[in-house]
């Protein structure tokens, strides 16, 4: 009942200080040991798991609102963030509140935002806020039961992800700034949804001349140490602007 | 004054009717006589012009409330539509209305949600509203000025058509049924904004095997009748799936 008590108590000063009607959630990537992983959390009382997000203040701009919840989340600030997709059903929200009092601000229509962000991992400290039990990062090919619309929004974020893999810095701000090419290899796998050759996808990636190799190798480990790159930082922007012509 | 008088008057039914806080704006593109246009309007006692819009019913899905703007607008029924981007900024229309009793509906603030459209330019018939002066096609290479932000919004809208031009059926719903190769080339040309090689883009289009050529060409004008072509639309939407690689 922690979360009903919250939420109600807190209703009168959400209607006073924010836009009704609209809402932001964000799909937070992160890729750690070889998977590609998601941000959720998990309300007070409930089983289910919900993408982070928020509401945009009277006098906010969207783009800032947005800016301001994941900063909440991941205590990062400038992340990378674009805006996907705005999500206009009706009854997307309303029926997880069929049995709180009418006039409770949750309750309303929203219409909801969806802004997918790619941080490093490795930099990230997963933040709860009052009303969530947990905050945790999940596998994507491994996900809880989400609430309300929430998968649909994901599956969203993550086709988008796969359509600007060849326009957008998706690698450079999921990796670490050194990693191996069976690294990179396996984001592309697991972004596009499928197995790619090593041999193709490393001839094509070299190809593009956006990578740097350094004189260092990954330490530990039974096999020979993989040698480490880089993104060559001003060559892979470059490279984007026409995107890379290539169907992997 | 006749604006101010209709949009007080409405005021109260809109506050009932419509969700407060979410408007739509579409950008309408068309291809006619070798030009990208777009539709516009231009209300009542004002001298800018504006991309058609409105807002949503309380009960309605925003995408379906899109559909409706279109089809009021153009007298078209399913039209090639796609959200493209939500626009959140503070102040972006609000302060068109100082003038105005600050209860009106338009006074409030508003998250403009972007759609564009492609249509037939052949098809469709521009409808004004009762609160249009005009509502006309105007190329693209020589718009008047627009209200608000609309030359903001109108600006991503071409941005994004140019991103998607190798993966979504753009020529095609641009393009009436049958068309010439020049046709074809000046809408690439003009979307992309760049003269392109007319052997290149010639050999680039024919090795993707989406066109058809007919046993018909144009008839009329100085020079060789040019041949017609139509898109094969089965092996064209296969090819948009993994998208045409090609940097034109």
């Keep these: ?3 009903r008590k919250t939420l109600i108590e807190r209703s009168e000063n959400m209607w006073r200080d924010f836009l009704p009607h609209v809402s932001i959630d964000c799909v937070i990537f992160g890729f750690d040991n070889n998977a590609l992983k998601v941000l959720l959390l998990r309300l007070k009382d409930q089983q289910q798991w919900a993408l982070p997000g928020g509401y945009v203040r009277k006098d906010e701009n969207v783009d800032d609102a947005a800016y301001r919840m994941l900063k ?3 205590a990062v600030d400038n ?3 674009q805006q996907f997709r705005t999500f206009g059903q009706t009854q997307r929200s309303e029926g997880f509140f069929a049995d709180y009092p009418d006039d409770l601000w949750h309750k309303q229509r929203f219409i909801s935002i969806g802004y ?3 941080v490093n991992y490795a930099e ?8 969530s039990a947990e905050c945790e990062w999940k596998d994507i090919g491994d996900l809880p039961d989400l609430m309300m619309d ?3 929004i ?5 086709v988008t992800l796969r359509k600007q893999l060849n326009y957008k810095p998706i690698g450079y701000n999921l990796l670490p700034e050194k990693f191996t090419m069976p690294e990179l290899q396996k984001l592309y796998e697991i972004i596009l949804d499928k197995k790619l050759n090593r041999g193709n996808f490393y001839r094509k990636i070299l190809r593009y001349d956006i990578l740097e190799k350094l004189n260092e190798s990954r330490k ?3 096999h020979k140490a993989p040698d480490l790159y880089r993104f060559d930082a001003e060559k892979y922007r470059d490279a984007l602007k026409n995107g890379l012509q290539s169907e992997w």
């Design 150 to 152: 929430h998968r649909f």
């Design 116 to 118: 997918y962000a790619l």
């Design 124 to 131: 990230v400290t997963p933040v709860k806020d009052s009303v």
């Design 154 to 158: 994901f599956n969203k974020a993550l």
């Design 79 to 81: 992340l990378y963030l």
């Design 220 to 222: 530990g480990g039974a």
């Design 72 to 74: 909440e989340r991941t």
């Design 1 to 3: 009942m922690e979360l």
